[in-house]
């Protein structure tokens, strides 16, 4: 299939239904994350809320230019650890692309336009966490001044059966300035692979 012509824009409400469609894929179809039953489309409406409204980071869409309705593939950062503020300054990046985008730079871009938000040389156009304890907790929920991100993580499930072994991934991430900072072995199971 032909790559279209896309554009990276900000993600709204109304992309989330084919953001939950190209994450359904992969749930349902490989080991590329840990959940193993395909979530509620309102739980990725609150997750993408919650994200971009409360905590302020950025949630990004890969889009057709020629419709700007068609969603290529997604990228955000959510809370590492997110119920402590002194984790703030670290977050968590996703990034899936739809099956039939994966290898021909799109990824690429999803991950280069979002890290400029993080690594923005002008203060005013890059993205701070508002770290939030006690989500939910009437008259304990707390959330911090916004604070500068420091660390990107991009946790990963090898995938046996993926471009070099599921290496290929990680060394896409390298490539990309990230450091392999350690692996958890046999810490999960999904369709009989560790």
Request: with cysteine; aromatic share 10%.
């Amino acid at each position: 299939m032909a790559v279209p012509e896309f554009k990276i824009r900000a993600a709204t409400e109304n992309d989330i239904s084919q953001v939950h469609a190209i994450y359904s894929h992969y749930v349902a179809n490989t080991v590329l994350t840990f959940m193993q039953t395909t979530p509620p489309l309102q739980s990725m409406l609150d997750k993408f809320k919650t994200n971009t409204e409360s905590r302020r980071l950025p949630y990004l869409v890969a889009v057709d230019k020629s419709n700007d309705k068609t969603v290529l593939g997604f990228a955000y950062l959510s809370p590492f650890r997110g119920t402590m503020f002194s984790y703030g300054p670290t977050v968590e990046l996703t990034i899936f692309l739809s099956p039939e985008y994966k290898q021909n730079g799109i990824g690429s871009y999803l991950l280069a336009e979002l890290l400029s938000k993080v690594q923005s040389g002008g203060k005013e156009h890059v993205a701070q966490h508002r770290a939030v304890e006690h989500a939910g907790y009437n008259g304990h929920e707390t959330h911090s001044e916004p604070m500068p991100i420091r660390n990107i993580l991009a946790c990963m499930a090898l995938d046996p059966d993926g471009r070099d072994q599921g290496e290929g991934l990680r060394k896409w991430y390298e490539q990309r300035g990230f450091v392999e900072r350690g692996r958890l072995k046999g810490a999960g199971l999904k369709k009989g692979k560790w």
